[in-house]
């Protein structure tokens, strides 16, 4: 099963604002009307209830969206650039992928679970603006229009944990399989060995007008949750399970020794995976050993604690009542839950608030740097003194001028303002 894929993602870059004029008959002197450029495409996920894994990300790993069309004289703004939409199954945990994470860390982005839900995870770039925005009473002609900001990148990491409303674990060959068969049209391979799942298989139980989904995760091993086997694979698709079906081989020498190891492996992985709610099933009893060794077996795991019961997968016996105790746990759980959300108070952490500007002495002047004054001069771009006057009463604006007389700084002092070199007039 492909439950995780790395992708890059590159959102549209904004379309270039217009440096144009009027050109009329009978209209010699004609103002600016250099129009704007449209906006780049965003890159946006969707939940396609349709999905159930990640394999369609196999083979194609790079997404693009549309960039913005340049602006045009007469006023005429570019189009925007066309949003890409990409389906990803319910389930899916989006994180952003940096140099040196490891393919299960990285900031969370989002965490995708109903259908239609979305996501944008790259924006595209703001158009930039023609020269009709910087027409003033001082200047009528201006040779100044904006460049389009660049559209977002970023390489993702989608991680698929399965929505499932029981999760049925258990050793390897407990019968997880043939109970899955036995109560939903899934069919996943049934055989008498170990392993025969090799990744998870869901299934819909119609109990009247209610419904419910089972997920079969494949057998756990002692050190699964160090990922002996594929034991992180399997274990991850039980952490989106609101109650487990903990199945067990009737069977087996020791099943009180089975059901520890099993309990020990999910609270190693997580401790949350502990606290969830379980129902004891003791599988196999259409077997003679099993049968008769029933109220021995019983007796044994209720004085551990356990409320046991007996069914036979393949025989179907005890199933019909295994379903109506797990539709009393579904519903116990819900009401748990809503309770929960009703009185939980909201944390609210706001980030903490960055300076607009940063003010640096250089041996031959001043240096001027922020994300906002980097986005100015890769707008207006070029090294005419008219570029370098707009920046320069932008960064007025901005407030600048106070915090460089206070740092020292003195007309025709050489500034370097993200890089590019001017001299401020104080």
């Given at each position: 099963?492909?439950?995780?894929?790395?992708?890059?993602?590159?959102?549209?870059?904004?379309?270039n604002g217009s440096l144009s004029f009027r050109h009329e008959k009978y209209v010699p002197m004609g103002g600016p009307d250099g129009g704007d450029g449209g906006r780049g495409g965003n890159i946006t996920l969707v939940v396609n209830e349709?999905?159930?894994?990640?394999?369609?990300?196999?083979?194609?790993?790079?997404?693009?969206?549309?960039?913005?069309?340049?602006?045009?004289?007469?006023?005429?703004?570019?189009?925007?650039?066309?949003?890409?939409?990409?389906?990803?199954?319910?389930?899916?945990?989006?994180?952003?992928?940096?140099?040196?994470?490891?393919?299960?860390?990285?900031?969370?982005?989002?965490?995708?679970?109903?259908?239609?839900?979305?996501?944008?995870?790259?924006?595209?770039?703001?158009?930039?603006?023609?020269?009709?925005?910087?027409?003033?009473?001082?200047?009528?002609?201006?040779?100044?229009?904006?460049?389009?900001?660049?559209?977002?990148?970023?390489?993702?990491?989608?991680?698929?944990?399965?929505?499932?409303?029981?999760?049925?674990?258990?050793?390897?060959?407990?019968?997880?399989?043939?109970?899955?068969?036995?109560?939903?049209?899934?069919?996943?391979?049934?055989?008498?060995?170990?392993?025969?799942?090799?990744?998870?298989?869901?299934?819909?139980?119609?109990?009247?007008?209610?419904?419910?989904?089972?997920?079969?995760?494949?057998?756990?091993?002692?050190?699964?949750?160090?990922?002996?086997?594929?034991?992180?694979?399997?274990?991850?698709?039980?952490?989106?399970?609101?109650?487990?079906?903990?199945?067990?081989?009737?069977?087996?020498?020791?099943?009180?020794?089975?059901?520890?190891?099993?309990?020990?492996?999910?609270?190693?992985?997580?401790?949350?995976?502990?606290?969830?709610?379980?129902?004891?099933?003791?599988?196999?009893?259409?077997?003679?050993?099993?049968?008769?060794?029933?109220?021995?077996?019983?007796?044994?795991?209720?004085?551990?604690?356990?409320?046991?019961?007996?069914?036979?997968?393949?025989?179907?016996?005890?199933?019909?009542?295994?379903?109506?105790?797990?539709?009393?746990?579904?519903?116990?759980?819900?009401?748990?839950?809503?309770?929960?959300?009703?009185?939980?108070?909201?944390i609210l952490r706001p980030e903490p608030r960055r300076p607009r500007f940063e003010i640096h002495r250089l041996d031959n002047g001043f240096e001027?740097?922020?994300?906002?004054?980097?986005?100015?001069?890769?707008?207006?771009?070029?090294?005419?003194?008219?570029?370098?006057?707009?920046?320069?009463?932008?960064?007025?604006?901005?407030?600048?001028?106070?915090?460089?007389?206070?740092?020292?700084?003195?007309?025709?002092?050489?500034?370097?303002?993200?890089?590019?070199?001017?001299?401020?007039?104080?």
């Open positions: 099963m492909i439950d995780r894929a790395r992708i890059t993602v590159k959102a549209g870059n904004g379309g349709s999905m159930r894994t990640l394999a369609d990300f196999r083979h194609k790993r790079i997404y693009r969206a549309k960039p913005g069309g340049h602006g045009e004289g007469n006023k005429r703004h570019g189009a925007n650039g066309q949003d890409l939409l990409i389906n990803v199954p319910p389930g899916t945990i989006v994180r952003e992928f940096r140099d040196g994470d490891d393919d299960s860390e990285g900031e969370l982005l989002g965490d995708l679970m109903k259908p239609g839900q979305r996501l944008i995870v790259a924006h595209g770039g703001r158009g930039g603006r023609g020269n009709v925005h910087f027409s003033t009473s001082t200047n009528r002609a201006p040779h100044i229009a904006e460049n389009g900001d660049m559209g977002e990148e970023r390489e993702l990491v989608l991680d698929l944990k399965l929505i499932a409303d029981v999760g049925i674990a258990g050793l390897p060959n407990a019968g997880k399989s043939t109970l899955l068969r036995a109560v939903s049209m899934a069919r996943p391979k049934v055989a008498d060995y170990p392993f025969t799942t090799l990744e998870p298989a869901l299934g819909v139980v119609d109990v009247g007008y209610q419904s419910m989904v089972l997920a079969d995760i494949p057998g756990l091993i002692e050190g699964a949750h160090e990922g002996t086997g594929l034991g992180h694979d399997f274990l991850r698709h039980i952490e989106r399970t609101r109650v487990l079906v903990h199945l067990v081989d009737g069977s087996r020498p020791d099943p009180l020794a089975d059901i520890e190891t099993i309990n020990a492996e999910l609270a190693a992985y997580s401790p949350a995976l502990a606290r969830k709610r379980q129902a004891l099933i003791v599988n196999k009893l259409d077997l003679p050993e099993v049968r008769d060794n029933r109220d021995r077996i019983a007796a044994a795991l209720r004085a551990k604690g356990f409320d046991p019961s007996f069914i036979s997968a393949a025989g179907g016996e005890g199933v019909p009542e295994l379903i109506e105790r797990l539709m009393a746990l579904l519903a116990e759980v819900e009401e748990t839950k809503a309770e929960e959300e009703s009185t939980a108070t909201p001027i740097e922020g994300l906002l004054v980097r986005r100015w001069v890769g707008r207006i771009g070029g090294d005419s003194e008219e570029a370098k006057a707009e920046i320069m009463r932008r960064l007025l604006r901005m407030g600048v001028g106070g915090p460089l007389r206070r740092a020292g700084a003195r007309p025709g002092d050489r500034l370097l303002v993200a890089g590019k070199a001017m001299e401020w007039q104080g």
